[in-house]
Structure formats: C-alpha cells, structure tokens
C-alpha cells in the first residue's frame, strides 16, 4: 500500500551546498512540502557542524548577532555524554551535535530537486529561542497564506515557532507559538466550528508522556482549548513517543493524520489516525500496524539509524506524495492512496473488536 520511490533516497548530504565555509552538511531531513507557482517546493532540515577533528568534537552554536560560535570538547573528557548521536550533554547542560537551518529546493518532476536561483534559499535561527537552530518545519497553506510551523532549540528549550509568508520571498515571524518543551505541530488547513486548530506535541517529565495534544485559537497565535488526543500504546511501534506529521486531510470519512511513533529503543515509523470531521478531539481509528517502517538499508542505517520521520506531503485526489526523512541523513519519497489507507484502518478496527469479543 505504501510504494516508495524507487529513486530513494532522493536527496542525500552531498547535494547540498553548506550554509558557511568550514561547514560539513551531516544530514538532510524532515522536509516541509507545498506547491507553488507549479512547481514541488520541500523545505529541507539542513543540520551541518564542521568537520571533526581527532579526538575533539565540536559543534556550531548561533550567537545573538546572528554569527556561529564554534564550541569544542576533549572527547574523553568524563563529563562528555556522546551516546545519542543527536545531542550532547556536558556537566549537566545539553547541546545538540549539528545546528538546523531550513533550506527551500523545488522540482518539476516530484523527485528531481534544486535549489531555485532567483530567490533567497536559506531560513536561518533568529534571536534567543533559535540560537540552537530551526527545524522540521510543518507548511499549511490558510486562507492564501503559507503558515510554517517548526521547531525552536536554545539553551532556554524546544518549542514551536510560527512564520507566515506568501511569497516565500517575505517572511513575517511571529515568534514562539507553543512554549516549551514542544514540538511536531501541525496545522489544520481550514477553520472547523468557527476555530483553528493545530496538533502538536508538550512532553512531559515525570507524569504523562510525549502524546499528540489538539488545541484551538481564533487567530492561530494564541492557543487554548487544549486536549490530549493521542497517546503512546505499550508493547507497540508506538511505545515511547508520537509526533503529528504534517497538515491533516481532509476526507469524507474524517480527518486523516500520518504521525510517527517511536519505541524505547527510537526506532521511528508512521502510522495513521482519523479524527471526526466536526469534533477533531473524538478518534475515530488508529493504525495498528505502521503503513511505513524502517527495513529499507537507507532507512536503517545512517546518522541516526532505523528512523523514518514524516512533515510534508502533497495530496492529489486519491494520491498522498509524501516525503520522509530517513535515519535522520537523507530524504526519500512514497506514494500512498487514501482509500488504502481508511480501509486499512477500518479492517484493523473491526479485526481488533473480534479480538476484544473473543478475549
Ligand atoms: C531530538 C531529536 C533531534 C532534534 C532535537 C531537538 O533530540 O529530534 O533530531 O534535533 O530533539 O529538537
């Protein structure tokens, strides 16, 4: 049901110019997509940080002037934690190994991308709640506005930052949206009941857990009305933490979200949930099984192995193009029809009464 692209991956680290001499691209990732002006745009995650030297590691940090600080450590030094490739921790306080910008590259074709010569490329972390970097940027197209919603890392936390544009010429930034810790917010694409609503992602520490929350605003700025929607399922793919995707769909059998889940040992795969058309806070099923997992060699092996991790698709009738990051290093693309997916769902949820009858 789930046909990958057989040019996979399509983008890798090495088609991609670095943001700044003295910069290696370490991974490129988690693409927001849109369409505009007839062309296939995605908006990449870029994560670079130089080149490591023998025994040291070093990363990039932004400071408040907009340049790059260059922070460097002894790797044996002991209170050095190096065991997730993604962050480092040192004497109590956690880096990340690679600062993120977002990158806009577009295509004519859906698989062949570059990055346009007529237009600036580059989205780059502004001020104190970005000096970490910006990353995994949701694009919802409202009201005739493209609505970027991404990630936040400073040394203050991880939350959810809001940019607008219509032109992706001029960007209006309209700061943090969702304070800390948050992430994976998703906008819905029109007004349900006279509100807006997002999907997104607060973790909490020691009670709950990293759960899909909704929340309403009237001028997606100011956020309320918040519920817990979607939350982690013991002994399945989705064990330890789930995260929404990108826009949800509109179908007639309600709205369709692919969202990733992780298991206690991180490893990533997408499934799906229905939401009631009116009433998005009722679920209406939830994919028992992944509709994508990580078995392909690409997927399985690379910065940040056994990881496929969706934000952007295109929806054509029937047809969801949907691009993923895999293992956090490159960018790949699958086809999935909508019908497969609903009456997948609908399956697992009449298969999953008889098993509850029968029990
Ligand atoms: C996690 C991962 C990383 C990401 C940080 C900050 O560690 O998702 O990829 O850089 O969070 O968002």
């Known amino acids: 049901m789930t046909h990958r692209f057989t040019q996979n991956p399509i983008l890798k680290t090495q088609d991609i110019r670095p943001s700044h001499p003295g910069l290696i691209v370490e991974c490129v990732l988690n693409p927001g997509v849109f369409s505009f002006e007839g062309k296939t745009w995605l908006l990449l995650r870029v994560a670079e940080r130089p080149a490591q030297k023998d025994g040291m590691i070093s990363f990039p ?21 190096l065991s997730d490739a993604r962050i480092i921790t040192y004497k109590g306080d956690t880096y990340l190994t ?22 600036p490329t580059r989205i780059v972390g502004h001020g104190p709640l970005e000096t970490f970097g910006i990353e995994d940027c949701r694009v919802s197209l409202i009201e005739g506005e493209y609505h970027l919603t991404y990630t936040q890392v400073s040394e203050n936390g991880v939350g959810v930052g809001l940019m607008r544009t219509r032109d992706w010429r001029t960007f209006h930034r309209a700061g943090m949206i969702l304070p800390p810790h948050n992430k994976d917010c998703c906008l819905f694409e029109e007004q349900i009941n006279g509100k807006y609503y997002c999907l997104h992602r607060p973790s909490s520490v020691f009670v709950g857990g990293n759960y899909i929350w909704l929340a309403a605003s009237p001028d997606l700025l100011h956020w309320g009305g918040h519920h817990c929607l ?63 997992e990580p078995v392909a060699d690409y997927e399985m092996r690379g910065f940040f192995g ?13 047809e969801i193009t949907m691009y993923y990051g895999a293992s956090d290093e490159v960018i790949c693309g699958a086809k999935l029809s909508i019908e497969g997916i609903l009456s997948q769902l609908e399956v697992e949820k009449s298969s999953d009464i008889v098993y509850k009858i029968m029990s």
Do not use: K
């Open 98 to 119: 690679t600062i993120s910008h977002l990158r806009l590259v577009c295509s004519d074709d859906h698989i062949h991308f570059y990055e346009p010569s007529d237009r």
């Open 306 to 318: 056994n990881v496929v991790f969706t934000n952007g698709h295109l929806v054509h009738g029937d």
């Open 61 to 81: 940090v932004m400071q408040s002037d907009g340049s790059l600080r260059i922070l460097e450590f002894e790797r044996n030094d002991p209170h050095l934690d």
């Open 230 to 292: 979607l939350r982690t399922r013991e002994g399945m793919w989705d064990s330890a933490r789930v995260g929404a995707g990108a826009a949800p769909i509109r179908t007639e059998a309600g709205w369709l979200q692919i969202y990733h889940g992780a298991d206690a040992n991180h490893r990533y795969a997408l499934g799906a949930v229905l939401l009631d058309l009116h009433d998005p806070s009722v679920v209406l099923a939830r994919s028992e099984t992944p509709l994508l």
